[in-house]
């Protein structure tokens, strides 16, 4: 096994602060760190075995009409998603609302699909996919930190930021609203993307 | 002040590279360059070369600033029952806070990055520094003013090369983000007024709309005209006296540091939208009231008006202004949640204001390409 697959994604080759895809649902899910873990488990699950399933199919398909395949193999597995967690989660499930339904028009998704899957075995795709996966829910985690703990004061909904600290308590602490909004989740992936490159030279822009 | 050269210059080994405090070698440049106009002279070709530096400038610019600071010192003592030379000091203590902090947590980060890229520090963060405490009301917590300047130095301006390079306006940029990350500390009857208890101030039950939120709710203000017009009405800390902002305006545009096409067209872009108003009937108070009352006046003159964020072109300059001060107070009418608007406006038209100068441009281009004759 290809362990370059799994762990590449994570970093050097991350599709949000890397490749750039998947911003739109990266600023959508993660106001709060439930729905962000439940939203990059999902991806992660979609990911892994749309790759396996395109991976398995990829001598039979005629090259012409392979979107469309992907397309229905993709959506097969969303729908299939978006019911586990209505049977399981239904909290989180209507939290996320129509935001897992539109996994299938996640860039990430596709874009593995076509540019490995399609090209390699299934077993390297599946990995492939759970890098992938982790490395979007990585960065999901991440700017849902951030925007958790300083708009709400709470982690996973617990509370981190004593009440006894606030304005209304008679403290002087007040949450940054501001965090609740998705310009600042833009602005925190934009920092991400910042630290990130100053780490790795190699990845720099000239 | 040959002493104070000859000090400058006996320290000096130290500060540059290789010295023992060599790592402050852009701190102490900063500071020197404060105390003498450096004597540099260009080494090839003719340059017109001018004594009025940036520093200099920015000086200008502080000291245009310096009536409507020590108006708002007097005005935020007078709001809560103080009268005279006891109201401007219980002010001046008051403010002193947050222009420590403006200026402490700013030129830290500039230092730092300045330190980082081995530039100089450089002169804008004067009077940006000395901008955030006016444009803020006058009970706002410390800490959220350093995080909005801190915010605003490293988002507004650093990202985008330092000085000179960026795209809004930096003490905008910090008053937006206190703005909407603690809306409810910065909104409200609670925050205009000082709630310091010294000197003798009656801070309790001191509250209020400010004349713009009275203006949005009721359609009149408590105030007279000519209160709103000197300043004695509730507010951000320097914003309320139009006369100090004149005063200011007039020193800044004798100096040739603002441009009076950009101020001109703010204040006829504000009126002639605030008379629409009137004409169709969704307002009823005159559309003068529109200019005296809120930061109009303040963003007008100090913040529509920063050559680095505004239009460069002439024609650009007139159509950025004027769009301003219509969206200014398209803002402030039609959006109940936003009663004053300048702020936003003056940063969309920031965004808007190289599109313009772009089609000035190529405008300017095509009327010459048009005037040539092919002759065969």
């Known amino acids: 096994m290809n362990l370059k697959n799994l762990t590449g994604p994570l970093s050097a080759n991350n599709p949000i602060i890397v490749q750039i895809l998947g911003i739109c649902s990266a600023l959508a899910v993660t106001v709060k760190m439930e729905p962000a873990f439940v939203m990059g488990l999902s991806v992660i699950v979609v990911t892994a075995f749309a790759n396996l399933v395109m991976s398995l199919l990829r001598k039979g398909i005629p090259s012409r009409i392979r979107i469309i395949v992907q397309l229905v193999v993709i959506a097969a597995l969303v729908i299939l998603v978006d019911q586990f967690l209505k049977a399981f989660v239904y909290d989180v499930s209507k939290q996320l609302s129509v935001y897992v339904g539109l996994i299938i028009t996640n860039c990430i998704i596709m874009g593995r699909v076509e540019a490995y899957a399609l090209g390699n075995k299934p077993w390297d795709s599946f990995m492939d996919g ?15 930190f951030f925007r958790e703990l300083f708009g709400s004061g709470t982690l996973f909904d617990i509370r981190i930021i004593p009440e006894s600290w606030y304005i209304a308590n008679g403290g002087f602490y007040s949450n940054v609203g501001i965090m609740l909004f998705p310009p600042m989740a833009l602005i925190i992936v934009g920092v991400i993307i910042w630290v990130h490159r100053s780490f790795n030279k190699d990845l720099q822009e000239k | 002040m040959k002493a104070l050269r000859n000090l400058v210059d006996n320290v000096k080994p130290t500060f540059t590279e290789g010295g023992k405090l060599g790592f402050l070698a852009s701190l102490f440049d900063a500071i020197e360059t404060f105390l003498f106009v450096p004597n540099t002279t260009t080494k090839k070709g003719a340059h017109v070369r001018d004594c009025n530096d940036m520093k200099r400038t920015m000086f200008f610019v502080v000291l245009a600033l310096i009536p409507a600071f020590l108006f708002g010192c007097y005005n935020t003592g007078s709001q809560v029952g103080l009268e005279g ?26 230092v730092i990055y300045a330190q ?3 530039e100089e520090v450089a002169e804008g963060y004067f009077v940006t520094g000395f901008l955030i405490p006016m444009i803020m009301p006058v009970s706002t917590p410390l800490w959220m003013v350093a995080l909005g300047v801190a915010f605003a130095v490293i988002f507004g301006k650093e990202v985008f090369g330092g000085t000179g390079m960026n795209i809004f306006n930096p003490a905008l940029v910090a008053r937006a ?7 409810p500390q910065m909104s409200g009857e609670k925050v205009w007024y000082s709630d310091w208890t010294m000197m003798g101030a009656q801070v309790d039950g001191v509250s209020g709309a400010t004349a713009l939120e009275q203006l949005a709710t009721t359609g009149q203000m408590q105030w007279s005209v000519m209160d709103a017009f000197l300043g004695f009405i509730p507010g951000s800390f320097g914003e309320t006296s139009t006369l100090c902002i004149l005063l200011g305006g007039a020193l800044l ?38 200019l005296l009352v809120g930061g109009f006046a303040f963003g007008a003159v100090f913040m529509a008006t920063d050559p680095v964020t505004s239009a460069q072109t002439n024609m650009g300059k007139y159509i950025v202004g004027f769009m301003t001060g219509a969206l200014a107070v398209l803002v402030r009418v039609v959006n109940p949640a936003y009663p004053e608007g300048m702020m936003l406006a003056i940063l969309f038209m920031n965004a808007l204001a190289p599109t313009v100068d772009y089609f000035v441009v190529e405008a300017n281009i ?6 040539v004759k092919i002759v065969k």
């Open chain 2, 116 to 118: 980082i890229r081995k």
């Open chain 2, 85 to 110: 030379f006891a109201a401007l000091m219980y002010g001046l203590v008051r403010v002193l806070p947050m222009l420590a902090v403006s200026y402490v947590v700013g030129l830290g980060i500039e």
């Open chain 1, 130 to 144: 759970v890098g992938n996966g982790l490395g979007y829910a990585a960065i999901l985690l991440i700017v849902a």
């Open chain 2, 177 to 183: 983000f206190v703005f909407f990350a603690f809306t």
């Open chain 2, 366 to 371: 095509n009327r010459r390409k048009n005037r």
């Open chain 2, 253 to 290: 545009l004798y100096t040739g540091i603002a441009s009076w096409r950009t101020m001109l067209s703010v204040f006829v872009g504000g009126l002639a939208m605030g008379y629409l108003f009137q004409a169709v009937g969704l307002t009823e108070y005159p559309a003068y009231y529109h």
